[in-house]
């Protein structure tokens, strides 16, 4: 959890920021629990991380992970969320493997089938 929220903050350039404040970077939803002053502990998990794995490279994560909340909608706080992460991209993975199928058998344009699919 530390990780995340200190990889977050060194993308956003303040590690004071509160988790529940990054909630309206791409109008994904971020902390739903309580909220908690983890302040000085991540001060030292931001130091630890920066020397494991340079500035250059806790910059990277943070975004990545900031990449990752915006792209799929979900909160990233937590190793949790990381497994639901990949499960919902697991889920769209046979999804689109069941779209393209479909759209193989009747000869359909992909989009138009799953635009058709959406609207019934």
């Given at each position: ?119 019934a």
């Amino acid at each position: 959890e530390e990780v995340f929220q200190s990889s977050l903050a060194a993308v956003h350039g303040d590690r004071t920021r509160s988790v529940d404040s990054q909630s309206r970077i791409g109008d994904v939803p971020m902390h739903q629990a309580k909220v908690l002053d983890r302040s000085e502990r991540l001060k030292e998990t931001e130091a630890l991380l920066r020397t494991r794995l340079g500035a250059a490279g806790l910059l990277q994560m943070g975004a990545l992970a900031e990449e990752l909340r915006c792209l799929l909608r979900v909160k990233v706080e937590d190793g949790n969320d990381m497994c639901m992460a990949e499960q919902m991209v697991v889920e769209l993975n046979a999804f689109y493997d069941k779209l393209a199928r479909r759209a193989a058998q009747t000869g359909e344009d992909l989009f138009k089938l799953f635009m058709r699919l959406m609207e019934a």
